[in-house]
């Protein structure tokens, strides 16, 4: 588990429409990480409309959002585009990422354990260090509490 005031683990990732996404260029913002597991699902659209809902409110408080989930790009592409969506998606099909954040955990559906991405969400001050973590997100009013956070940064 990250903890605040660590430096946050760099990566460069594909993202939705073919370009790449690499942490440390985005210093000196402030970057919201949002780790989830999978494109399309009901859970993980509600989230990333809610972030994508606040995208202006990053931005103008200086943040950068970006979704991470183990799909691909062309899976990304597809979500983005029947939802709308304008925030970053990174694709992260080998795992290192969500494994350096401690978003790869093993999970325990009807008494089936098995590994799996965690819904958690980092935020990452402008000097590239852990500020807030959010374990186990619980999607409602996620994204306002987190907006809340990057303002007070």
């Given at each position: 588990m990250l903890s605040t005031g660590s430096p946050a683990p760099d990566f460069t990732l594909p993202?939705?429409?073919?370009?790449?996404?690499?942490?440390?260029?985005?210093?000196?913002?402030?970057?919201?990480?949002?780790?989830?597991?999978?494109?399309?699902?009901?859970?993980?659209?509600?989230?990333?409309?809610?972030?994508?809902?606040?995208l202006a409110d990053f931005t103008a408080a200086g943040a950068t959002v970006i979704g991470i989930s183990k799909d691909s790009v062309k899976s990304h592409d597809k979500f983005c585009k029947k939802h709308g969506l304008s925030i970053v998606l990174a694709s992260d099909e080998a795992g290192t990422t969500c494994e350096d954040y401690g978003a790869w955990v093993e999970k325990s559906m009807y008494g089936k354990t098995y590994m799996g991405i965690q819904r958690m969400t980092v935020l990452i001050d402008g000097a590239g260090n852990v500020a807030q973590v959010w374990p186990k997100v619980s999607v409602k009013g996620h994204a306002d509490e987190v907006l809340a956070a990057v303002k007070a940064l």
């Open positions: 993202r939705d429409g073919g370009a790449t996404v690499t942490l440390s260029a985005l210093r000196p913002g402030k970057v919201v990480l949002y780790f989830y597991p999978k494109d399309d699902t009901p859970g993980c659209t509600l989230e990333a409309q809610d972030f994508n809902a606040r």
